[in-house]
């Protein structure tokens, strides 16, 4: 795949296969977190909310979600079917996009960032 700089351009240069799971995994996404913008980081579609919420790419026989590895560890037994490594979750095209599961992932990865980003703010205003 070509470097691309837009998230319509990724999705229209994957393979035909791939297209309909990276459009339903974005609308998902979106309508998710829909105050999340939508970038290209290190080559591949992401969202954007205080942080990285997840990246999501499609490969020859997969498409992958890169939540980071904390969801991978708190959703651990409901991804035990699903191919995994530090930070990925693989999806084989021959199912159906996990929906519940995916909107629990982003949900969280929302409230993670959301602490993440209280927890900062927070340290900017206590006293040293």
């Known amino acids: 795949m070509k470097k691309v700089t ?4 990724y999705i229209k240069s994957a393979e035909p296969e791939a297209r309909p799971f990276l459009n339903a995994l974005r609308s998902l996404i979106k309508k998710v977190a829909p105050d999340a913008e939508e ?5 591949m579609p992401a969202f954007k909310y205080h942080g990285i919420l997840v990246y999501y ?11 980071t590895a904390k969801p991978l560890e ?3 037994a409901k991804l035990t079917k699903y191919k995994t490594s530090k930070g990925t979750i693989q ?3 021959t199912e159906k ?7 629990e992932i982003v949900k969280f990865k929302v409230q ?7 927890a900062k703010q927070l340290a900017k205003k206590s006293p040293k």
């Open 6 to 9: 837009s998230v319509d351009a």
């Open 39 to 43: 970038v290209i980081s290190y080559g």
């Open 57 to 67: 790419a499609s490969f020859k026989d997969h498409y992958s979600l890169f939540p």
């Open 74 to 76: 708190v959703f651990a």
């Open 91 to 93: 999806f084989p095209y």
């Open 97 to 103: 996009l996990p929906e519940k599961l995916i909107t």
């Open 112 to 118: 993670e960032n959301l602490e993440k980003l209280t």
